[in-house]
């Protein structure tokens, strides 16, 4: 079993920037990709981004190239969201997730509770 906690979520203005962060623990050398979803109140979870295990792959969302960036620390078991230039249509619930494989359509088996992250006009 992998536990996933994230943090970093708040309430933040249009073009402000924020960093969310998800630290895992348990069985962590059971899974290799690390990834962010978000789900914005009354749609569907959606992919943000995802990360390979030594960071050589990357992807992300079209609505968020250019603004956001995934990055992973493994000796920390962390894996961060790096948010710039928000708009109010990134207001979502944010989630980590962790798997075998990195991608936007591949499947993830843990996931973590969730981080709100609001952007205020």
């Known amino acids: 079993q992998v536990e996933l906690q994230e943090s970093g979520g708040g309430l933040v203005q249009a073009g402000d920037s924020l960093r969310l962060s998800c630290v895992a623990s348990?069985?962590?050398?059971?899974?290799?990709?690390r990834a962010w979803f978000r789900q914005a109140p009354g749609k569907e979870r959606e992919f943000v981004a995802a990360?390979?295990?030594?960071?050589?792959?990357?992807y992300y969302a079209d609505s968020v190239k250019g603004r956001f960036t995934i990055s992973r620390d493994n000796a920390k078991n962390t894996v961060y969201l790096e948010m710039n230039s928000l708009k109010t249509e990134d207001t979502a619930v944010y989630y980590c997730?962790?798997?075998?494989?990195?991608?936007?359509?591949?499947?993830?088996?843990?996931w973590g509770q969730g981080t709100q992250v609001t952007v205020s006009s």
């Open positions: 997730a962790a798997g075998v494989q990195a991608g936007e359509t591949v499947p993830y088996n843990f």
């Open positions: 348990g069985r962590t050398l059971t899974v290799y990709a």
């Open positions: 990360i390979s295990k030594y960071s050589t792959n990357r």
